[in-house]
């Protein structure tokens, strides 16, 4: 009972502290400018210095990276009068003659500090409504940032309070409090990697990040609530409080502070910092988070616990996981350290739900030792860095006389993290390994060792699958083959395609990739394949009719509502139709390769027809399909027109809706003669091989074309799963398929296809005047056998240079049209960078008007 009345009185105690310092605060004319001057500088920052706009994403990153050091300025010049603000007029001494203990003063202060800087954080809502306007983000991590921003700006305001109790002078006290703050900030600066320390407390400047408001603000922005952000921030709060009311009960009593004192309270203060990272460090492979984005990117997906809970029961011995890590960390970069954390986490997680199944192992490296040479025999890969020195991060995965290794986590490739390592142990428990066959003109043989350059996707297949690639113009196929993939094979032999007609009605899956027009492959892009017989089967495309999927090489399809960027012959942006966006609307939600994939880029594909089955056993779906706003175009044209003339001329036509994947399964009978029948046929038709390639699906370039590539859309995802589809192992398609994408301006690429349709027609009559000239010149040229102008007679000079003087106004009138379809996007920048300036401050003027008026009106 006694105990209930004294948490009652301390609460009433800090309630009328909080009241007080409220008065103080909101009647004050300096909080205004001090809101008005934090909301400016930081939307000034992230829309004028940051270029907001120009990185056409819907996310407030930007917001997130300049706040802690706007906070850093403005958050002390708050505080420093948290102690001596009002002493002209005694309201501190008339504060502490008060009933209230020390404790409830600074939290009661402390409590009012933070909400002001709460209300003037919601003011930033503008940044938000702005990004939901221009696209679809995810609420999940704004939410998440919001609520890491509150905490830096709570722990931020409870430093620079403790630096205002240090000092008797508001000016010293703001100084020092930017001066505590700089420093917390700049420990997730790399400080840590330059900082000399005896090799016994070599693990301080290791873990300094974890000790910085900022190295959490980042982790939170991501969508994760980790359980050591949260310790770390409310372990922060409660430390300078603590030291805070300390001081301010020797303030009371009016005991002086020398510097010895003060030393010796910065020493205490500085030990509980380095306290909380040891905690800090700890938790971080705590299991423990709330994961707030849309896709649960930072939670395990049911499949990879279910393949966890299943490997002790599908191996005999457990599975060995060693982990390789430098032993020293001071040259490792901070964001590599932090994707140390991520993968131990992870690892950890896998083993717990293994139940047994899996014994993880670490292993610290050292450079000349007999753990490096260890190291590089089990596979794992040395990265120089900068520093000079060599970083090994990677792991190896053992099962009996069964390995495998991932030579090397690249944080580049964090959100095909959790794909990766259940990758590897779903190959290590699997009894046998699916045996997969490509045919193809892009593979020779020894691909099966060697990568293909251009093509990482044969590297992803190798880790998961036995890669078997069969010469291009051989006869015959494998017969433990289980699935097979023909891509861009314009000719082959009758026998090799009735070896493909065997393999199906074995039962086995078929992918087939063709296209008619190959921009990745100039070779096959000039064969001209002979016309599709109605009785014989002479190509693949004969064999694809005959099972109902029909495909006209000759034409080339586009979708205004689909058009992906491209630069064109001028160097200028243009939304080129035949290059296909395709989102997740467009993409069947039925069926298990494409339900979890968000978005798939194709280049000038073709489509599909399928017949309508009357037998009821045979079913056939479209995977990939366009809009309504859907031309097509002859393949020829490609050849010969640049894109901007093509996106130009291009309109759509009353074909309607076309598919440009689709999967045939059933009952099927042969291609050929005779009364063969597959029972469970399993086909995949693409009308594009552009797709698979490096530039349409990855960023970046690894070296030997493998491995350290983050994705660019879900291409690589859609290939994978339907060879999983064939192969009989499904298991992993989710896992693979939900890493986050990058969410644009649709809003943008709406507009400006809107501007693009009305300017249509006088953009192409210009784009073709251009061209008309142009081919002009080019053929005077070749016909006289010139290389250039200037070997040309003078007539044919004076002639030429007419015709290009007549190019110059033409180009000036073409870029005046494409400036006119940008005006609108430029117009909406512009009006949004001004709302978003300004209206924070608006906010803050009208909030204090309000309380100005309702203390006026009392």
């Known amino acids: 009972m006694k105990a209930n009345q004294a948490e009652s009185s301390q609460m009433a105690m800090i309630m009328a502290a909080a009241r007080h310092e409220w008065r103080q605060l909101t009647y004050s004319p300096l909080t205004l400018i001090f809101q008005v001057g934090f909301l400016l500088t930081l939307a000034t920052a992230v829309f004028v210095i940051g270029d907001f706009f120009s990185t056409d994403l819907v996310v407030m990153d930007l917001q997130w990276t300049f706040l802690p050091w706007v906070a850093n300025v403005f958050i002390p010049a708050l505080a420093m009068r948290a102690f001596h603000g009002q002493n002209n007029e005694g309201s501190m001494e008339l504060t502490l003659s008060l009933p209230l203990s020390a404790a409830s003063i600074t939290i009661g202060k402390w409590l009012t500090g933070s909400f002001i800087l709460l209300i003037t954080l919601a003011m930033t809502f503008p940044f938000a409504m702005t990004i939901a306007y221009l696209g679809s983000p995810d609420w999940g991590i704004i939410i998440a940032g919001y609520i890491g921003a509150s905490l830096l700006l709570a722990s931020a305001y409870a430093v620079s309070m403790l630096a205002a109790a240090l000092c008797r002078d508001q000016i010293a006290a703001f100084v020092l409090g930017l001066g505590f703050l700089l420093v917390l900030m700049l420990l997730d600066s790399g400080l840590g990697e330059v900082t000399i320390l005896p090799p016994a407390l070599q693990w301080i400047a290791d873990t300094l990040y974890l000790a910085s408001p900022r190295h959490w603000l980042n982790e939170m922005a991501d969508g994760r609530i980790d359980l050591a952000g949260l310790v770390y921030f409310i372990a922060l709060i409660g430390l300078t409080l603590g030291a805070t009311t300390i001081l301010l009960s020797r303030f009371r009593r009016n005991a002086a502070l020398n510097l010895a004192s003060i030393c010796a309270r910065l020493g205490l203060v500085t030990g509980g910092i380095v306290s909380i990272m040891g905690l800090s460090g700890l938790l971080s492979g705590v299991p423990i988070a709330l994961d707030l984005t849309q896709q649960k990117s930072f939670s395990l997906h049911p499949e990879t616990i279910h393949i966890m809970k299943q490997t002790r029961s599908h191996v005999k011995t457990p599975i060995d996981i060693t982990l390789f890590y430098n032993k020293d960390e001071t040259p490792v970069p901070a964001r590599i350290r932090q994707h ?74 964090a959100e095909l993290l959790e794909y990766d390592l259940a990758l590897a142990v779903s190959n290590l428990g699997r009894k046998t390994t699916p045996k997969i066959g490509i045919l193809s003109s ?69 992918m087939v990739m063709v296209d008619p027009h190959q921009r990745l492959n100039r070779g096959n892009a000039k064969l001209e394949v002979a016309p599709i017989s109605q009785t014989d089967i002479l190509t693949i495309i004969d064999l694809l009719a005959s099972y109902g999927i029909s495909f006209d090489q000759n034409l080339v399809i586009g979708d205004s509502t689909m058009a992906a960027t491209v630069v064109g012959n001028d160097g200028n942006q243009i939304n080129y139709p035949y290059w296909l966006r395709v ?25 599909f027809s399928l017949s309508s089955f009357e037998n009821s056993d045979l079913t056939a779906t479209s995977l990939v399909t366009t809009s309504g706003e859907t031309g097509s175009q002859d393949r020829k044209l490609f050849r010969s027109s640049a894109p901007d003339q093509l996106a130009a001329s291009f309109k759509p036509d009353e074909g309607g809706v076309r598919s440009v994947a689709v999967h045939v399964g059933g009952a099927l ?55 999983e589809f064939l192969a009989g192992d499904n298991r992993l398609l989710g896992i693979r398929s939900r890493g986050n994408l990058v969410r644009s301006f649709t809003l943008v690429e709406e507009m400006m296809r809107n501007a693009q349709q009305i300017y249509k027609d006088t953009e192409s009559n210009f784009i073709n005047q251009i061209a008309k000239v142009e081919g002009s010149i080019t053929e005077v040229l070749s016909l006289t056998g ?22 110059l106004p033409l180009r000036q009138k073409l870029r005046q049209i494409r400036r006119s379809m940008r005006e609108d996007v430029e117009t909406l920048f512009q009006q949004a960078t001004v709302f978003n300036i300004i209206a924070g401050p608006l906010l803050a003027l009208i909030l204090n008007l309000l309380f100005w008026y309702r203390r006026k009106q009392a």
């Open 340 to 413: 140390v954390r991520r993968v131990e986490s992870l690892l950890t997680q896998f083993e717990t739900y293994a139940d047994g199944g899996i014994i993880i192992k670490k292993v610290a490296v050292e450079p000349d030792s007999v753990t490096e040479e260890s190291a590089l025999l089990d596979g794992i890969q040395r990265v120089p860095m900068s520093s000079g020195d060599s970083l090994y991060f990677g792991a190896t995965f053992q099962l009996g006389d069964r390995h495998a290794a991932i030579s090397y986590f690249d944080e580049r490739r």
């Open 442 to 510: 892009l593979f020779i043989p020894r691909n099966v060792d060697e990568p293909r350059p251009g093509l990482a996707i044969l590297e992803e297949l190798k880790n998961q699958f036995d890669i078997a690639i069969i010469p291009y113009f051989g006869d015959s196929l494998p017969n433990d083959l289980d699935a097979l993939l023909v891509i861009d094979t314009p000719v082959l032999k009758t026998d090799m395609l009735r070896a493909i007609d065997s393999h199906v009605m074995a039962g086995k899956g078929l």
């Open 583 to 607: 989102r997740r609307d467009a993409l069947s939600t039925t069926h298990s390769t494409t339900a979890d994939l968000n978005e798939l880029l194709f280049a000038e594909a073709g489509y």
């Open 669 to 723: 009978p042969t291609a050929f003669d005779g009364d063969s029948r597959a029972d469970s046929a399993s086909i995949f038709a693409i009308a594009d091989t552009d797709w698979i390639y490096d530039p349409m699906s990855l960023q970046g370039s690894g070296e030997g074309g493998a491995a350290f590539l983050r994705p660019l859309n879900d291409n690589f995802a859609f290939m994978v799963n339907m060879v």
């Open 786 to 807: 010139a290389k250039s102008v200037d070997e040309l007679p003078s007539n044919l000079q004076n002639q030429i240079r007419d015709l290009q003087t007549m190019l």
